[in-house]
């Protein structure tokens, strides 16, 4: 195995790592394939931005293909919702199907480590959903700590280089401004192009939205930069009428059409 940063050259073999079985499509929702190309392309021009600005992301390689990537920011430009000074964030660590509890990303969150120390940071931070997202043992194994709370049953984990003031987690619901003088179902879209599958579930709430034309408005609100995820308080999620339908894991049709349809009978 042979660890890698990523450049101009290599930002497509991160780009397009997030679809674990694009044969199966059967196995999520009819269409998801373009769905996820367009979130492709999206993401790589997200990375094509950020490179410029301190983004960086490590590749593993074995017999010279992409099996993994650690892909991390310096705190003070990323979206993601952490406060601090001096750090660098960890966005996404992900090792393809098949070459799992092999190493790869404990060497891949060294990677990240020794990086940010080269670089002059003054730690590591990173979000934890144990278990589905980030599983915090990983990190735990390299000595990151626990420094407290992140929203939804979330942890907020450091890794500091000296001693320090920890970051924080700083996410919180955004404020609702329902539509005056009107009974319309408001869908308010907070969305980065940072991350395939959220365009993805993006995409499939617009269509259950068309279905339920014109009973429900759509508010765009991206949050790539940094001051406008702040403002919002997140950097992704999909809320109707102030409510949370669709986070982070992947969303249904079905899931979605249900929760549209309980708030328009609320109205």
Known sequence: ???????????????????????????????????????????????????????????????????????YYPIEITNLEV????????????????????????????????????????????????????????????????????GGGGKVFCKAFAETRPPRWIGRKPTFHPLQGRTSLVLDIYHTDRCPLHWRNLQLVLEVAEEFAPRIVVRKHPTDERAKMRGYGTAFGIYL?????????????????EKVEEELQRL
């Not at 929702?29 to 190309?37: H, L």
């Not at 409510?243 to 049709?253: D, E, H, K, T």
């Open 1 to 71: 195995m042979e660890i890698k940063p990523m450049d101009e050259g290599s930002l497509w073999e991160v780009a397009s790592f997030c679809y674990p079985h694009p044969e199966r499509e059967d196995a999520y929702a009819p269409g998801d394939r373009e769905r996820f190309q367009r979130g492709y392309r999206r993401r790589a021009d997200y990375l094509r931005m950020m490179l410029p600005r301190g983004g960086r992301v490590q590749i593993a390689y074995r017999e010279g293909q992409p099996v993994g990537f650690i892909e």
């Open 83 to 150: 406060d601090g000074q001096g750090f660098m964030a960890i966005w996404c660590i992900n090792v393809r199907e098949g070459e799992r509890n092999r190493g790869i990303g404990s060497s891949l969150v060294k990677a990240c480590l020794d990086d940010a120390r080269g670089l002059g940071r003054k730690g590591v931070v990173v979000t934890c959903w144990d278990p589905f997202w980030m599983p915090k043992s990983i990190f735990e194994h390299h000595g990151f700590t626990d420094v407290g709370q992140a």
């Open 241 to 257: 009428n102030g409510r949370l339908i669709v986070a982070g894991p992947m969303a249904s049709r079905a899931g979605i059409r």
